[in-house]
């Protein structure tokens, strides 16, 4: 199970933008990840793959530094916001929460949650 200091590193990593090496760094080889009630992605060459071309969609992403956090033994729930700027330059916010079970210092399994219908656009402060 990790530590909280392990699942802070974690969070100062995704929080910092760099998405794609925080799957490489903090998820097992053998991770799944699933989004709401779809199919669970399986593998961590197919999640950093997944990543890295859905970042390619975006114009820009911000990772807000989550509020919440909780880390129960190998059970850790993030409560995520990131700002999504697409090609057109239109921002919206997206509010998550994930559910992990860690294996030792990893990620075995992450599920997110959310309500696509709340995905509004929202005016950002420039820099």
Same mark, same amino acid.
């Given at each position: 199970?990790?530590?909280? &200091?392990? +699942? !802070?590193?974690?969070?100062? =990593?995704? +929080?910092?933008? /760099? ?10 080889? /053998?991770?799944? =990840?699933?989004?709401?009630? &779809?199919? @669970?992605? *399986?593998? *961590? /060459?197919?999640?950093? %793959?997944? !990543?890295?071309?859905?970042? &390619? ?7 807000? $530094?989550?509020? #919440?956090?909780? +880390?129960?033994?190998?059970?850790? %729930? #993030?409560?995520?916001?990131? /700002? ?9 916010? =997206? ?7 860690? *294996?030792?210092?990893? #990620?075995?399994? !992450? *599920? ?6 709340? #995905? $509004? @656009? +929202?005016?950002? $402060?420039?820099?």
């Amino acid at each position: 199970m990790p530590d909280r &200091k392990r +699942v !802070e590193e974690f969070i100062r =990593m995704v +929080v910092s933008g /760099d998405h794609v090496r925080a799957i490489e760094d903090f998820y097992r080889e /053998d991770a799944s =990840m699933r989004e709401n009630t &779809k199919e @669970p992605r *399986r593998g *961590r /060459d197919v999640l950093v %793959a997944h !990543e890295a071309a859905a970042l &390619k969609r975006m114009a820009r992403i911000h990772t807000h $530094q989550p509020e #919440i956090f909780l +880390v129960d033994g190998d059970r850790v %729930a #993030i409560n995520w916001t990131f /700002d999504i700027t697409d090609g057109e330059g239109v921002t919206r916010r =997206m509010e998550e929460l994930a559910l992990q079970r860690w *294996r030792g210092e990893r #990620i075995a399994e !992450e *599920r997110f949650f959310y309500d696509p219908a709340s #995905i $509004q @656009p +929202v005016a950002v $402060q420039p820099g």
